[in-house]
């Protein structure tokens, strides 16, 4: 089975046809997929400017959608390498016990839903490295009150997601299913309760 790199050197590649081409990329995003699988499609498409069904696409436009998504795996490929040192250093000093972070952390393991979208056509519009580096400096930061990638602080407790946990706070604006980590107890106790109502900051 192709890796990552070898599906981008296909997308690049002018020698290959269009569809090979596409479908290259459209595989990529079974190794890294940020918004899952649906979601990012539909943003790397909308981004880059050709629609997710057209099957000949600008192939300039295949490759910009290319480079945004290699620069996202590239900032979550790093804050993996820092994260499995961290764990390593505190396994060394005899912490043992990892914390909710790293419980988040291990279903989100090479980067495919990390900022889960389960309504496909809802996911943040800004480059997908900026929404990762906001989501990763919310994870080394104190839990807040907001959404991590866009500041919303509308925050529903959704049920029977297509992803693990099956449930969990969905930032009403940007659509991503925000990291438990990243919120305070009372913002996720609001979220529960509140269904959808206005997440009032601390």
């Known amino acids: ?13 002018p020698g290959c046809d269009l569809a090979l081409r596409r479908y290259s990329l459209r595989k990529c995003l079974e190794k890294f997929a940020p918004y899952g699988h649906r979601a990012t499609w539909d943003h790397l498409c909308a981004r880059a400017g050709f629609g997710p069904e057209d099957r000949s696409p600008d192939p300039a436009r295949l490759v910009a959608a290319l480079e945004e998504l290699e620069e996202a795996r590239s900032v979550w490929l790093g804050y993996e390498s820092e994260f499995t040192e961290r764990r390593r250093r505190e396994k060394h000093d005899g912490l043992r016990r990892p914390g909710s972070v790293d419980d988040w952390h291990r279903l989100t393991w090479g980067g495919f839903g990390v900022a889960w ?7 943040p519009r800004d480059p997908l490295a900026d929404v990762l580096r906001r ?7 104190e839990p807040g009150a907001s959404c991590p990638v866009c500041g919303a602080d509308r925050l529903v407790w959704k049920y029977g997601l297509d992803h693990e946990p099956s449930s969990g706070p969905v930032c009403g604006d940007c659509g991503i299913l925000v990291p438990r980590p990243v919120l305070s107890p009372q913002a996720l106790a609001y979220a529960r309760r509140g ?5 009032m900051s601390a």
């Open 1 to 13: 089975m192709a890796g990552f790199r070898s599906l981008a050197r296909q997308v690049r590649d």
């Open 117 to 123: 979208c389960d309504d496909p056509r809802v996911h």
């Open 135 to 141: 989501l990763i400096d919310a994870l080394e930061r």
């Open 195 to 199: 269904r959808g109502r206005l997440l």
